[in-house]
Nanobody
Framework: VQLQASGGGTVQAGGSMRLSCAASGRTLRGYAVAWFRQAPGIDRNFVAAIHRIDGSIVYADSVKGRFTISRDNAKNTVYLQMNSLRPDDTAVYYC???????????????????WGQGTLVTVSS
């Protein structure tokens, strides 16, 4: 599976942005898909994930109520809608997919096998 993340850019605090993760090579239907982010000097951290089978969703506490992950199987794409953006949301955002992710490890980087190249989101104050 090849993943292409897009949609990043610069937005003012309080604004919104939607990231896309488009897959090629295989359908995403059989994969859990997650978004992680990495700010300079900080480890890559979990943001949100959607399960491959039951569609269950997990969010990091820092984005709950502001971010929404969704998938469009017809377009083979997963989205991350980000609202009420804050300067501390600034990071490179990566999407990742894994065929064997289970509910208990959806937030773990090690559970994901395929990674996109990342898209930079900058939130200005």
């Amino acid at each position: 599976v090849q993943l292409q993340a897009s949609g990043g850019g610069t937005v003012q605090a309080g604004g919104s942005m939607r990231l896309s993760c488009a897959a090629s090579g295989r359908t995403l239907r059989g994969y859990a898909v997650a978004w992680f982010r990495q700010a300079p000097g900080i480890d890559r951290n979990f943001v949100a994930a959607i399960h491959r089978i039951d569609g269950s969703i997990v969010y990091a506490d820092s984005v709950k109520g502001r971010f929404t992950i969704s998938r469009d199987n017809a377009k083979n794409t997963v989205y991350l809608q980000m609202n009420s953006l804050r300067p501390d949301d600034t990071a490179v955002y990566y999407c990742a997919a894994g065929p064997s992710v289970i509910s208990s490890n959806m937030a773990s980087r090690d559970a994901y096998y395929y990674w996109g190249q990342g898209t930079l989101v900058t939130v200005s104050s």
